[in-house]
């Protein structure tokens, strides 16, 4: 199900910033080059991130899913003089390529790279984080937030991408793991009343939460 209508993500491209260049080899050689590179933010979502983060100014960022490294970067734009940003990969090839795409970035020094298992590293994460984002295994999505709410300061952010699912979530009867998972955790945020939150059809979803 095509939760945006192509025409309109392209008129969006269009009167949206401009990637720089290095955001435009990240996208072209993912296009190019991973399986799955259609989990790649992409121009529109990528500036709402830089947007997002540049209007928090924030000191610690923590991204969850660091993928070909695109949204790391978007993400690092809006951080402070001081400010550090850990992303976390799963998969070895990912991390390595994500990488080398932050070595070649003037903001790379501002970028930690972790990789292995998310729920077993945060364990090991003595911070306070600003803003979070988190685009990985969507059966994980309620662990993460149990997890890192507590680590939250108020008036901080987190971000979870993909809570529409490709339109799975829409259905009249939902199946399939991930997009039960993600139906159920969005259900658990709606009730929460620890934060604020909106769904935003951005994409393939986003939900923006602010910690009271």
Sequence with gaps: MEIVLPAAHDYSVQFSEVQDALLQE?????????????????????????MISKMISPSRILEIGTFTGYSALCLAK????????????????????????FGKSDIGNK?????????????????????VFVDADKTGYLRYYEKLISK?????????????FHGEVLKESISGKNATAIHAFNEHI???????????????????MRKK
Excluded at 201 to 207: E, N, Q, S, W, Y
């Design 152 to 164: 939250l300061k108020p008036n901080s952010w987190m971000i979870f991408d993909n809570v529409l």
């Design 190 to 208: 709606a009730k929460d009343d620890r934060i604020e939150k909106v769904l935003l059809t951005v994409r393939d979803g986003l939900l923006l």
């Design 26 to 50: 990240i996208h072209e050689y993912t296009l190019a080059h991973h399986p799955e590179s259609h989990m790649i933010s992409g121009p529109v979502q990528g500036q709402l991130l830089t």
């Design 78 to 101: 809006g951080l402070n003089e001081h400010g550090m940003l850990h992303t976390i990969e799963l998969r070895e090839a990912d991390a390595k390529v994500a990488g080398a795409f």
């Design 111 to 131: 970028i930690k790279l972790h990789t292995g298992d998310a729920h077993q590293l945060l364990e090991e994460m003595d911070e306070e984080w600003d803003l």
